[in-house]
């Protein structure tokens, strides 16, 4: 069994469900999936009938397959009400996988940025042995260059929850997320804490163009320097811009696949 966790809200449950379908289509073992989401102001959590939704599809599959919704509204409002890093160009949604050591959960667990996409099976990443890590992460494609060589992207990790406790990694995060203005809060946090990590292969969270070996297409912000320079920041939902700016069209199934279970056109 393999074990993902997705964070996020109402909004972005349509990345929550196409990542699902690529690995649904891609992977061969059962999966397990995790949806850790909250309600606060300006912000919905992932419904009942969004849960019922991605259940229904996963189980399409495999009878063994299974999608679980915590709710941690009241954890967040008690650790995070007065961080300094609520007002913030992410969403308080980013900070939810830094709670995933309180709740019951796997002790391995993958999370998964809702703007990512797998290509191919991920079992091979999944089971790598990280025993003696808190984490397995790849190096950040914009942070190596501006940041330090070891300041891992924090969109894909594979996490070892009983070393995260042990070491407090995630404590100690929420902490310094909570008290310290940060331009990235729980990435920057994050790779200030940790002390045992793995730095694996970027085909494992592709932040660039895809290639042949790509496990895990990662659609986040990225720069462009011709014809000038300028940030690209598409979302594998925004098909139009997945196909004109990305030149990518080999997630079309999926997007007639998701049009089938929800009825609705993405554009």
């Known amino acids: 069994m393999i074990n993902i966790m997705y964070t996020g809200n109402d909004f972005v449950f349509k990345g929550v469900l196409l990542s699902t379908l690529s690995i649904l289509k891609n992977t061969k073992e059962n999966v ?13 959590r992932i419904s009942d009938d969004m849960l019922n939704t991605l259940r229904k599809v996963v189980k ?33 949604y980013c900070l939810l996988r830094l709670f995933s050591d309180l709740l019951d959960l796997p002790e391995k667990i993958l999370y998964l940025d809702c703007d990512t996409m797998i290509n191919k099976d991920i079992s091979e990443f999944y089971h790598l042995d990280i025993t003696n890590y808190e984490f397995a992460g790849v190096v950040d494609r914009l942070g190596r260059w501006f940041i330090g060589l070891n300041y891992i ?10 070393k995260i406790r042990e070491t407090k990694l995630f404590k100690n995060t929420r902490e310094m997320v909570k008290n310290k203005k940060m331009a990235f809060p729980d990435q920057s ?14 085909i494992y969270n592709n932040q660039g163009n895809i290639k042949k070996n790509t496990v895990i297409k990662h659609f986040c912000k990225s720069i462009r320097f011709l014809p000038f320079y300028h940030t690209i920041n598409v979302k594998q939902w925004d098909v139009v811009n997945v196909h004109k700016k990305l030149k990518i ?10 049009k089938e279970i929800t009825g609705d056109e993405l554009c």
């Open 189 to 202: 946090a994050l790779n200030k804490l940790k002390q045992f990590y793995l730095k694996v292969p970027s």
């Open 32 to 44: 397990s999936i995790y949806l850790i989401t909250m309600e606060i102001d300006g912000f919905k």
């Open 153 to 162: 992207n924090s969109g894909v990790l594979l996490l070892n929850l009983n």
């Open 60 to 92: 399409e599959k495999d009878e063994k397959n299974e999608v679980y919704l915590i709710d941690v509204t009241e954890i967040f409002n008690n650790e995070m009400k007065d961080s300094k890093n609520l007002n913030n160009f992410y969403t308080p």
């Open 249 to 258: 069209n080999m997630y079309d199934e999926l997007y007639e696949k998701y």
